[in-house]
């Protein structure tokens, strides 16, 4: 196959931009070769084109070219009960999201909500989603099978829990692992699928439906695991209740052996020292959701002390707790509330935001020799930005004066309607209608 030359200005953050002043790399006029999905060169476009006159040539001129972006905490059934605002999380559970899950027992409407999620995701510029499932096994196999036809990369897993929810929602102990087996079996590794074990949280999982996630995870070792964890007060409280021989919210977790370093726990807003000591040394990640956690009020999420501890922080939409797909809001709301938190917060740059919803994600995954930026040797995963002539965001950007200053004004003010292309191993998985990028011979 001819290798196709990219041609567009990129940012990226190769490196942790926690750890790294200098993470931010900025080609303008820059060229990315890709040969069969994976980037095999990259730097300035003319020295690029000398090189490789046999090159075809895709100019993504005007915006910027992006990695794509990484949501490592999105919920597929509840795209349709997005926005429902004003209740804390349990009576959110309880009169919003819990109905619609059960819905989902319906293969057909589980196909079709799986569609609504896919496209949510491909039209906001996400190309890899660590993905809660549903709890029954039926949906997830439409959604696998909807996931493979939309060329997006999805870490996802079947939702267990056997108490506190609703009867049709319950599995048990031996349910949660042949069906867990059967679907690892089916999916797991299969094209750009992945599978995580996901109880949905220590309040509707007993010792029982935890230790057979474990039995999963320990006869399948290379499979990622999910859940939440510390986004509530209430739901702490409960938990407490629930495992009154338990150290905290985390132990139920580690006393049936689930933490490691494929390991994702979702909000952790009121997390504890020890807690933050013990995630450090599991080495398992974060995934701060601060839309969902401003619509629930949750909390503030202690970034600085995630990060004094240690712990690796990625960004989450929490759809449909969360407002929306858009990674960009996302970064935005992450700003807001580390500015809202004064010498508590963390300030936020630009540089920041691009590394969690990109790189951030892919090592919360532990994908990150493959995904997360446009290094040599990664994957062609990109997110071309380029917003329609015109429009407020265009203005800003042709008067930007520092690739840190489009950054920003991306993050502030870039929504959906800017996405102009997606792709995904080298393969277009979403193009802007009347936006397909021009090919030179
Ligand atoms: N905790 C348990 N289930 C959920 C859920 O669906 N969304 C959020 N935000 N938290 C949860
Ligand atoms: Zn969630």
Redesign the pocket.
Known sequence: MTPILYRATFMHTPRNAFQDADALRVQEDGGLLVDGGTIVESGNFSSLRAMHPAARVTELRGGVLLPGFIDTHV?FP?VRIIGGLGRP?LD??EHV?LPE?ARLQDNVYARAVARDFLHGLRCNGTTTALV?GSHFKGAMEVFFEEAAGSGLRTVAGQVVSDRMLRPELHTTPERAYTEGRALIERWHGVGRARYAVTP??S??ASEGVLDACAALMNDFPDVHFTS?IN??VA?VQTVQGLFPGSLDYLDTYERAGLMGRRGVL??SVHTTDRELGQMAAHRCSAAH?PC?NSA?G?GLFPLKRHLNAGVHVALGT?V???TGFSMLKEGLQAYFMQQLQADAGVPLSPTHLLYLATRAGAEALDLHDQLGDFSVGKAFDAVWLCPPEGSTLDAILNHASSPSETLAALFANGTQADVAQVWVGGDEVYARSGNTASHQP
């Open positions: 919920h509840q999380l959110w559970l999201t899950e809660f949905r949280f309040l509707s939440h986004e509530n739901e979702a909000h959701c969902s629930l949750s929490d449909g707790g969360g």
